[in-house]
């Protein structure tokens, strides 16, 4: 083999390499974060989350309440001892309230 031949399969093989430990890790597996309803509140009032998480409100309020995105992007009903879900599909600040309560406010950064 000639030096030339193998001056380039050496820089190849380098850069095979240095491109299999470059990758970046896979994202973390998708988490479910929970926001209680009670007292006429969402708890947490402000909640970081990641695109393909899932946000889970529990409602241990007296009362129905709704997670209404102000941007429009879900509307979750949750009556009196229920739950309800949704799959963050993008990145951003989501802000929310209680279509039944307006003054129930909350926000999601979703990254």
Known sequence: MSARTLTLVVAASAIVFVSACAQAPPPPPPKTVT???QDVAFSPAEVIARVGDTVEWVNKDVFDHTA???SGPWDVAVDTGKTGKVVLAASGTVEYYCKL????VGKITVR
């Open 35 to 37: 926001v209680t309803m």
């Open 68 to 70: 209404t995105a102000r």
């Open 101 to 104: 309560h307006p003054n129930m």
